[in-house]
């Protein structure tokens, strides 16, 4: 499974977009790149996953370049219901294997 | 059921006691995942199913925790002996089981567990 590096913390105010970088550098082929998002005292909660450009939801948006060594997670307009913790994870989606999330990134979001 | 389910809620327990901590996962989802996490910290894998087996133990800390599952659904993480190093959350995921983009896991509540 390839490793994951990620910014221990970020803030954040209203209204703002924000981008949390992950690094990937030993990304495999056939590896997908998915993000999570962990409220206090609630399991984490699937936001989105790509595997190449940019995919785009209703709740975030997710670049991947060309070499896919690393990925953004973009959040437009945060409010304060976004603070949270965001897990990068590679692998290949969850197709039997165990998924392995990092420290993640604790985004808090200030008026 | 509409989402992962997992029981006990809440568990208090003395310190030497067993305890059992169950998850009922999606209908249909045949790959099982079991985490602990404790307050403040990231989540620490444990084991994952596929169907009835285990292919990954390697996660669980020690010999005092175990896990099954049975008819490729409900699980079952034991531990026993419990320490006050064990007090955590337990959560528990399930998903589809198949790679490929669109495939998510889907967590419970957790159960979180307090040895004193």
């Known amino acids: 499974l390839a490793k994951t590096t990620q910014p221990i913390s970020m803030d954040s105010y209203e209204g703002q977009e924000v981008n949390i970088t992950c690094s990937h550098n030993?990304?495999?082929?056939?590896?997908?790149i998915t993000w999570y998002q962990q409220f206090p005292s609630q399991g984490p909660r699937f936001i989105i996953q790509g595997y190449k450009t940019k995919v785009t939801n209703e709740v975030a948006s997710l670049f991947i370049p060309a070499d896919r060594k690393s990925s953004t997670l973009s959040l437009p307009r945060v409010s304060l219901s976004d603070t949270a913790v965001y897990y990068c994870?590679?692998?290949?989606?969850?197709?039997?294997?165990?998924?392995?999330f990092g420290t993640g990134t604790r985004l808090l979001v200030s008026p | 059921g509409a989402g992962v389910s997992q029981s006990p809620s809440n568990k208090v327990t003395e310190k030497g006691k067993d305890v059992e901590l169950r998850c009922d996962p999606i209908s249909g989802h045949t790959a099982l995942y079991w985490y602990r996490q404790s307050l403040g910290q990231g989540l620490e894998f444990l084991i994952y199913f596929q169907g009835n087996s285990a292919p990954d133990k390697s996660g669980l800390p020690s010999d005092r925790f175990s896990a099954e599952r049975t008819g490729g659904s409900v699980s079952t993480l034991t531990i026993q002996r419990t320490q006050q190093e064990d007090s955590a959350v337990y959560l528990c995921a399930s998903s589809l089981g198949v790679g490929g983009l669109g495939t998510e896991a889907f967590f419970g509540q957790g159960t979180r567990l307090t040895v004193v």
């Open positions: 030993n990304i495999a082929t056939n590896d997908y």
């Open positions: 994870l590679v692998g290949r989606g969850t197709g039997f294997q165990k998924l392995v």
